[in-house]
Each structure stands twice: as C-alpha cells, then as structure tokens.
Nanobody, 127 residues
Framework: QVQLVESGGGLVQAGGSLRLSCAAS????????MGWFRQAPEKEREFVAR????????YYADSVKGRVTISRDIARNTVNLQMDSLKPEDTAVYYC????????????????????WGQGTQVTVSS
C-alpha cells in the first residue's frame, strides 16, 4: 500500500479558498488513479474528485463541480485539491486515496475501490 499524508486543511469563511495537498511515500503512486473523499459528522464518506495516473482525466462530484480542481505533480509525488467558493456544507474531513491497482480509472469512485488512505485533514467553512 501507498502511504499518504494530507495537509492544507483549516478554517475559512464562506466564499473563501483552500488548497489541500496529499504526499505519497512511494514512486509507485505515480501509476495510480488518485481521489479525494470527504466525510462530514454522522454522514457517509463521499466522493469528491479523482484524477488519472497521467493527470489527463479528471472527474468531479456534482456538488463540487466548477468550484474544485484536482491536479497532480508526478515529480513531487503529490496530488492537490484546489477548493474555491467554499460553502458551509463543504465542512468535512477530507481524505486522499489511491485507487486499487487493476481497477479502471472510470470505475474508481466508491471508497471500496481505493486501497490506500491518508489520515484526513479537517476543512471547516464558517457562514
């Protein structure tokens, strides 16, 4: 499994921006489809965005489309999540995850499709 460490969370006012970053421990990360999920209190973990291993294909949940951009830096072994126009309903713990090898990029969308997870970073958006 790939070890992942998220950073960049914090407290921001509605309408503000945050940039989350996820650092991977191994070079093998560069061949994995990567995703971001979030989990609010008493809610299930939900998909936010994913990016293919070459960074060409991206996909977003409807709830964040147009406000969030996922990207990856292969040389630095990181995947990032730029979040703009944040809303109070974006408040959650955000997790970075690596899709299980062998699963096609377009099928990496459920938490069960991902085999490596970071510890999460808290994002709080005040109204």
């Amino acid at each position: 499994q790939v070890q992942l460490v998220e950073s960049g969370g914090g407290l921001v006012q509605a309408g503000g921006s945050l940039r989350l970053s996820c650092a991977a421990s191994e070079r093998s990360f560069s061949t994995r489809t990567m995703g971001w999920f979030r989990q609010a209190p008493e809610k299930e973990r939900e998909f936010v965005a994913r990016i293919s291993w070459k960074g060409i294909n991206t996909y977003y949940a409807d709830s964040v489309k147009g406000r969030v951009t996922i990207s990856r830096d292969i040389a630095r072994n990181t995947v990032n999540l730029q979040m703009d126009s944040l809303k109070p309903e974006d408040t959650a713990v955000y997790y970075c995850a690596a899709c299980t090898p062998g699963i096609a990029t377009t099928r990496c969308i459920r938490p069960a499709d991902f085999d490596s997870w970071g510890q999460g970073t808290q994002v709080t958006v005040s109204s």
